[in-house]
């Protein structure tokens, strides 16, 4: 019987590199002239083009499986992060999220909770009941290399350990504050078993970079929404 020359199969080829927007905001207020602060209304217009363009908000599970490999994650992914848990997070941006089924991730100091300008622990604890990944951000916000090594290690560790008291999870991935951090805050992290850190260098996440110095992308409040968009969708 005749045999037939069957070509060889093709090489399956591997899923691109996970390159995730990692998308930066902190107070959801009206304060002109403050580009680090959105009004509500802009920030919902913001969330309502990226359920009508179909992302997908992560979870930090999700965004770590995405880095590591382990799964390639959903279609058009993006991280939702606000730094320094102010008590507009609550306010004007949970609901907004709850109600587009989104997810965010929270960095906080937990000792500048219960002053009413900051987020209180029972805010804290209905954010994470709705979604939210609650991480850790200082205890009191520091300019990290500022301060001694043995400062330094307090206010990592703490703002974790009362983090992780409050709302039985574990806190490990740590965002700097200002964006500052010298040679002593990396030991620290590493030997207290962070798993990541995020910076506010500009760009995409990607997993080639240093775990404990990944990039984000600002959200200028000033900006317009076609701005907002270029930055990601670039």
Not at 67 to 76: H, L, M, S, T, V
Not at 133 to 159: C, R, V, W, Y
Not at 190 to 195: I, L, M, P, T, V
Request: proline share 9%; charged share 25%.
């Amino acid at each position: 019987m005749p045999t037939l020359d069957v070509p060889p199969a093709s090489p399956v080829k591997p899923d691109k590199p996970a390159r995730i927007p990692v998308l930066n905001y902190h107070s959801i207020t009206v304060d002109p002239g403050n580009p680090a602060t959105i009004t509500p209304e802009k920030f919902a217009a913001q969330m309502q083009y990226l359920s009508e363009k179909g992302y997908n908000p992560l979870t930090l599970k999700q965004f770590s499986d995405m880095i590591e490999g382990i799964d390639k994650g959903p279609d058009n992914p993006i991280l939702l992060t606000f730094d320094d848990g102010y008590a507009d997070n609550y306010e004007h941006a949970m609901p907004i999220l709850k109600k587009l089924g989104f997810h965010a991730t929270l960095f906080m100091s937990p000792g500048m909770v219960e002053d009413g300008y900051f987020l209180n622990w029972d805010q804290v604890k209905e954010m994470h009941e709705a979604g939210w990944d609650i991480q850790p951000h200082g205890m009191t916000h520091p300019h990290l290399p500022t301060i001694s090594a043995k400062n330094q290690a307090f206010e990592i560790t703490e703002a974790r350990f009362q983090i992780e008291q409050m709302l039985g999870t574990v806190a490990d991935i740590y965002c700097y504050p200002y964006g500052e951090w010298d040679t002593s805050t990396l030991r620290i992290l590493k030997e207290h078993n962070f798993r990541y850190a995020f910076t506010i260098e500009q760009g995409m996440t990607t997993p080639s970079q240093d775990r404990l110095k990944l990039k984000r992308i600002f959200v200028n409040g000033e900006e317009s929404i076609e701005k907002w968009r270029y930055r990601f969708e670039k």
